[in-house]
């Protein structure tokens, strides 16, 4: 459920990398203060552990397709939510740098959407409250697995929610949600059995892994309710904030939605002088100012005008044209550096 | 398991990153900075974009081409890891049927373009993303992380991961190794049995840290770590900063497309 670059618009996937940098600069001081200097290696080596566990893949029951774990939860409880957060964000990192799962801009959305739910819901809100005075082996799964699937379902919704106020899909929220969430809730449910299945067999093997990594519990229980919902809450006028002023600096990328709701798009372009003035030189250096072909069947443009939004078939034309040139120019670039490369290599 | 090779076959990239090419020199900071940028331009298009977002190949092609790196490397990796923007992109076609534009007589619905401009804007970033691991090697990225003031802490245990990906990672292969010549068929894969394996795994690899962690102290660690500090800005860095970012501007805000296709259009009148 990686989010892709694609799907995301600049406002979107700006607010969403603010919130997550935000967070990480959180965790990284609370570490700072209190970290055992185990921690780092112990930190690096787990989110290395994740990659190698995710090659091991198991048969999902009843279907026969096979699957890996995610681990967010596992990392959570074995390391303490803001060790954990910040694990799952290199883990992310790499991930988008190698194996382009989702890509830079998105980065950011999945960091909040895989970390923020099992570090800072699923951890110190459902897991240490339940096991918190009782760890039997039932008790440790029963609490696994709920914070695993909630955390999923959150991350999920979130997937959902970033999509739409992109406004990148067509599909209708209610579609989005059903397609969502039961896949996420089977998904969590599996993932919380096999992460409280490993919980308990370590726990067997060391249990001091578990139950006993003190700088790590010592730092884990400072989490309160209160606490986290005064993060939340800052964090979110950061991500207003960072919201607004994409808007109010990039009105290209929201031009479309402003443009659905008050029908005027021509306000930005007084806003900003620079554009204006290219805009101005546009209009001179273009051959024909207003951008269209001399259409040769009108009859049929004026057919198509009344779908929304009435593009005419001579601009139409010329994209494409225009599009095979540009792509070809593309191409004997690339060839050309190739070219210049292999000579100089010679030379 | 011919899926996850692939998928986990990141040694690639990395011997890749070890190049010496006119874009492997270029600042860390400048590459990040300048991709960035690049994907932000690319992502602001509406969703019925499609003939402008061509000029911005010219970015992930020079390199691909000035790094020397070969495409069909990239490539592979790109149609991996499609299925999710394929996924939400398909549902478009089937939605917005309106027709908006028809080139020679030929009916193209909204949902199509939608369609084709995610995933032309899909393989653009993604491939950006590849190549910028690709032309500048992972250490490199977490020196401009450092270098860009993200929390020590965070850059320090990112290194560490990608030290120790390598070698955990041959170890589950071994685990899967032993697994598979253990087993028949679908047998093996029961979650009892994987559940017992990522165990082994996780404590093992916890052992491990612990005696990196010994190594580190009797080596004299103190609680910090120095990170290699390789590259300077200098005089081309800025330029490449500058030239690639006002053509990203240009491309932005002049339809060039329309531009060339029109008087290619209006020669043949």
Known sequence: MHMADALLSPAVG????????????????????????????LMGVLGAFIFAGQMINFTIPGTGSSGHIGGGMLLAILLGPYAAFLVIASVLTVQAFFFADGGLLALGANIWNLGIYPCFIGYPLIYRAIVRKNNSPKLI???????????????ALSVVLETRMSGITELPLGTFLLLMQPIHLAVGLIEGFATAGIILYVRTLRPDIVDDIEGVKSVASGVSLKKVLITMGILALITGGAFSWFASNHPDGLEWSIEKIYGKPEIHRKLNPVSENLAKLQEKTAILPDYSLPSKDGGKAEETAPSWP?????TSISGIIGGLMVLGLVIVFGFGIKAMRKMRDRA | MSFDLEFFNIGYLDTLSYKDTFVHRIDPRIKIIVSFIFILFVVSFQKYEVSALMPFFLYPVFLLTAGNIPLKAIAKKIVFVSPFAVFIGIFNPLLDTGVILSPFGIPVSGGWLSFISIIM??????????LLIAVTSFPGICEALERLKLPKVFVIQLLFLYRYLFVLLEESLRMIRARDARSFGKRGKEMKTFIRLISVLLIRSVERAERIFCAMLSRGFRGEIKV??????????????IISVTMFYLFRSFHIVNIIGETVGRSFR
């Open chain 2, 121 to 130: 804007k899909f393989v653009l970033t993604v491939s950006t993303a590849l």
């Open chain 1, 14 to 41: 700006g607010a969403m990398w603010a919130g997550s940098l935000g967070t990480i600069i959180y965790c990284a001081k609370k570490l700072r203060d209190k970290m055992d200097e185990k921690m780092i290696p």
């Open chain 2, 228 to 241: 290699l500090r390789r590259h300077t800005i200098n005089a081309y860095d800025i330029l490449f900063l």
């Open chain 1, 141 to 155: 799964t029963f609490a696994t697995v709920l914070s695993v699937a909630i955390g999923l379902q959150l991350g």
């Open chain 1, 310 to 314: 009435a593009v005419e078939p001579g």
